[in-house]
């Protein structure tokens, strides 16, 4: 497969969930294209074979999951503003009140897992291994994710009668 090939490939098949998963990580339409960008840019430059479509996809959203956090952390972001704070148009907003608004309000780390389990549809054991934590720190972030949302969207009380 020539260079071509492979980025044609590779952007059809993995170019929206990297934007979906790089727009959880950072809220910004822009930065999650370029996080997309550069993830494709390193799949081209440096080729891998993989056994199963599966375990490219996994090292792909890893790939795009570690990018962000690098994005996250670096100093140049702490020193800049965003485009929205200087006249851009803003990304659409979700409605207040919808789920989607409620998992945007959710921390980082919660919000990637979620994310991963519920709209990729990947298990908790892939959610930890394409985040690098254990698959128990997936198990608590989902419960305590979960138990977040539930406080956003004002839902049932631990508490039942019965």
């Known amino acids: 497969m020539n260079l ?3 980025a044609e490939y590779l952007a059809e098949t993995y170019a929206d969930a990297i934007l979906r998963l790089s727009y959880t990580y950072l809220k910004n339409t822009h930065d999650a294209q370029d996080v997309c960008q550069t993830v494709f840019v390193k799949l081209l ?10 375990h490219e996809r996994a090292y792909i959203l890893r790939m795009a999951a570690n990018a962000c956090k690098d994005l996250l952390k670096s100093p140049w972001r702490k020193r800049t503003c ?7 148009i803003p990304a659409p907003e979700a409605v207040d009140g919808s789920l989607l608004a409620a998992v945007e309000r959710l921390p980082t780390h919660y919000r990637a897992v979620i994310y991963l389990y ?5 298990q ?3 959610i ?13 972030r989902l419960a ?5 949302l539930r406080e956003l969207l004002g839902g049932c009380d631990d508490e039942r009668t019965v």
Not at 45 to 54: C, G, K, L, N, Q
């Open 124 to 126: 908790t054991a892939e």
């Open 82 to 88: 965003g485009l929205d704070a200087c006249g851009e």
């Open 118 to 122: 519920y709209y990729e549809g990947y």
């Open 4 to 6: 071509n090939e492979r």
């Open 128 to 140: 930890g291994q394409i985040l690098n934590v254990p698959t128990a720190t997936v198990h608590t």
């Open 45 to 54: 430059a440096e080729p891998r074979e993989f056994d199963t479509a599966d």
């Open 144 to 148: 305590r994710g979960r138990a977040k």
